[in-house]
């Protein structure tokens, strides 16, 4: 069987960990998706900004709807596993949840090795627990 | 389906194909900014960084700012490498004092990025009350045409919003000038500010935009963000247009524009 990595718009670079979260044989694909974006607010500027992004990277570009775009390409190939990038933004994460395939979401690398403090409300309350980490390399202790 | 293109003559055929992958794009959006995406390009403004001169001049509109955060909005360089490259500025076993406030500021990045996780429905709703003396009900809900074309009554504004449209970038101190101006000044819904950047900006991000927009708006901080001319020439000048005959909407002291812009007192 093979995985289907989705690239979505804020994970766009090679050296991603989702590039290397599957030992099986993957397509990546990015999704041109207008409506998209168009819920994003995004104008000209950010789209060709995006696009320019894209020539550099090994993913294939398709164009339409995501959700109906991803599970066409999922039948096609016969993948049951989709990869993501995890995402806070609840578009992308509803999307993930539509589809009807296995996803797994993948991390990006951390800033802090932290978990998330409960109730965050004010930068200098996550600063205080964040600042001896934020000055290690990678992070971490 | 058809897999799209990634060979093109030159940029303007390449903006012929965006633009025909966007048929919700308006025909009246036309401009692309200077700044070119993907890594090669960031990589490039990476090796440019000056994270300790960015520490004592990064308010000023020509101080050492990094341009990284199209990049890093897009996860074209992630905040950890930039972090790492940040780090060698200092030699290894000194302070690290001199490039905190670099490091800080991509903090504020994950910062925003653990609040939108925790919570989604922050980003285009009031989190708390407006400070002003004002109800969400006393704001307008669309942005005003004279700021949409840049044709306000203050120059330095005018100045703001033409860079934000034309090159899809503002620096930090000129965001917070300009949200601070459509909010308080003009009493406009910060929602409606927030979509005007969202639409402009190549960094734009629903935490960090919006969030921020409620920090100045103070519906996610203690009190309401406003500044005065004198602020402005400080840090503006000479990149904006600061004379106080083009800009008096923005002129008098603390107090004054208070009583002015908050005339039933600020809240705290």
Known sequence: ?141 | MENQPKDFADRDALLAHVRALSPSLSPKDVQVSDTVGGRQAGEKRLAKIDPIAYGHSRNYLGGAVSYLSPYIRHGILSLNEVRNLALKAVPQGEAIKPIEKFIQELAWRDFWQRVYQQNPDWIWHDVEDYKTGFTPDDYSDTLPDDIQTAQTDCAAINYFITTLQTTGYLHNHARMYLAAYIVHWRRVKWQAGARFFLAHLLDGDPASNNLSFQWVASTFSNKPYFFNLENLQKFAHPQAPCEEADNQALAGSYDQLAARLFPYGVSL
Not at chain 1, 38 to 50: D, I, S
């Open chain 1, 1 to 141: 069987m093979s995985d289907l990595i989705w690239l979505h718009e804020e994970a766009l670079r090679a050296s991603h960990p989702l590039f290397s979260a599957s030992s099986a044989p993957t397509q990546s694909v990015f999704i041109w998706d207008d409506a998209y974006m168009e819920a994003m607010g995004y104008g000209l500027k950010r789209r060709v900004f995006l696009y320019e992004t894209l020539l550099e990277l090994p993913v294939d570009i398709y164009a339409g709807d995501t959700i109906e775009t991803l599970k066409a390409l999922a039948e096609t190939s016969h993948t049951s596993r989709l990869l993501a990038a995890t995402t806070p933004n609840p578009r992308l994460n509803d999307i993930m949840g539509a589809l009807p395939l296995e996803v797994t979401r993948v991390a990006e690398d951390a800033f802090v090795e932290m978990p998330n403090p409960e109730g965050l409300r004010r930068f200098f309350k996550y600063w205080n627990k964040a600042k001896k980490l934020a000055f290690q390399p990678n992070g971490t202790r």
